[in-house]
Structures are given as structure tokens and as C-alpha cells.
């Protein structure tokens, strides 16, 4: 199985000497080829500071992030937004869909940036729009949609770009019940049957229960890890929880 990520002892500093935070503690992680993971931890833990780094957001102060290779923390100019572009997919909370285009146009641009061909374009879109269940919505402005259909849409243009790990930060944070339930299932679909890579972080022990491994970190470094196997999703809801209960008076903060 190919290494997708592999992060190597990194450490995050926030502040200057006279008031310095620790973010992240000499933290190592590897991410296989087809893996979906979910990161948890409390507020303040270092997940979304690690999201962030692997995203290329945020510069780790030391250590080394590679993605499927290259060591991303050592990109700059052209070499780093071509990472950006091609390497990666984004999905975030609030959906960051432009208001002005319509489902089609904002899954193209991501493929227009690449200078696709128009034909091409429309290829691609067709199939990520039947795997994801939007061909219904492909011609409807953002506020037309349900917030179930946009994070779709977003996600359709997050895959649509074939890239080689799709980072989803809070996924279902502004979903309710019903949708968050469908969009973790076309995750699934994602990562079974196209073979995706998603890393995603998530506050949500339900969320997280859909995933095949579940990482938690707790004050910048990896408390613990759980791997689903052929656990029912019901019972690794349950060792999810558990793991949740050890963090002690994080719990609440953490589901």
C-alpha cells in the first residue's frame, strides 16, 4: 500500500518568546494510499493547527511533511500553488461555494485553473455529479440549494481535480442530522470504490465513526488511535466514545 502522507516530528510554535504556544509537539502521522481517517480532539488540541499545516496554510516550525513524496514543507512560489492546486482538495464547513456560479461553474473552475479542455470539463463534472447524487442541482445559484446539496457540490470540486488527498475540515459542523448522515455515506462510496484518501477533522464521535481509523490529539501531540476493521460503525461509534471519555474534561468539548 503507498504512503500518501507521512508526517515527520513536527512541531507548531505560535507567539514570540515572552508568550509562546506549543500547537503541535514533535508529532509523527502516516497516511496510506485509500485510508480515510478522522483527526478529534478537544479545541485547542492542535487538529485544526495540523490541518492546517498539511494544507499548506500554516508553515510547521520544524519536521517535515511529505505528500505522496515531496516534502511540501520545503515548496515555495509556483512549485507550492501547483501543490495547492493539483495535490490537494479542500472541503471545508461553510461550504465556500461562489454565490454568483452556478453548481457547474464552481466545480469547472476548479478545472478550468488547470487549464483542462472544455470537453474534458464536462466529462469529468457529469461523472463526479452521478457519484455524488448532484446532476439535479448542477444548474441551481448556492442559495437554491440545501446545505446538504452545497457541501455536496463543494465536495464534487474538491474530487473532481483527481487529487491525492482530500483534506475535509468540520465536513458536517453546518449539516443537520439527515444531511450529515448522506454526505458521510458518499464519503464512504469515495473511499471505497474511487479508492479516495480524505483526512478529515471533526469534533463529532458520529462523524468520526464513519471513518476506517480515527486519530486523537490532545495538547498538540497523538493521544491515541482506533481502527475500525470489521467493526459494525455502531461498535466503533461506541470505542470512539470510550477513547472520548479517557480524554477526562474534554469530553464535552470533543463530541
Known sequence: MNNILKIEKIEKYY????????????????????????????????KTTLLNC????????????YVAGEDITKLKGNKLNAFRREGLGFIFQDFNLLDTLT?????????SIQ???????????????????????????????????KQRVASARAIVT????????????????K??????????????????????????????????RVVFVKDGKI??????????RKDFFDKIIDVVTLLGGDLNDAL
Open 115 to 149: 487549464n483542462v479542455k472544455v470537453s474534458e470539463i464536462e466529462k469529468r463534472i457529469k461523472k463526479v455529479a452521478k457519484e455524488l447524487d448532484i446532476e439535479g442541482v448542477l444548474n441551481k445559484y448556492p442559495y437554491q440549494m440545501s446545505g446538504g446539496q
Open 223 to 232: 493521544f491515541n488511535e482506533l481502527i475500525r476493521g470489521n467493526e459494525s
Open 54 to 65: 498539511i494544507s499548506t496554510i500554516d508553515k510547521v516550525t520544524s519536521g517535515h511533511i
Open 179 to 212: 444531511s450529515s448522515k448522506m454526505l458521510l455515506e458518499k464519503f464512504n462510496y469515495l473511499n471505497k470504490e474511487l479508492n479516495a484518501t480524505i483526512l478529515m477533522v471533526t469534533h463529532d464521535a458520529f462523524t468520526a465513526s464513519y471513518s476506517s
Open 103 to 111: 453548481a457547474y461553474e464552481n466545480i469547472a473552475l476548479a478545472l
Open 15 to 46: 507567539g514570540n518568546k515572552s508568550s509562546l504556544t506549543k500547537a503541535i509537539d514533535n508529532l509523527s502521522l502516516n497516511v496510506n494510499e485509500g485510508e480515510f481517517v478522522a483527526i478529534m480532539g478537544a479545541s485547542g488540541s492542535g
Open 162 to 177: 483527481n487529487p491525492k488527498l482530500i483534506l475535509a475540515d468540520e465536513p458536517t459542523g453546518a449539516l443537520d442530522s
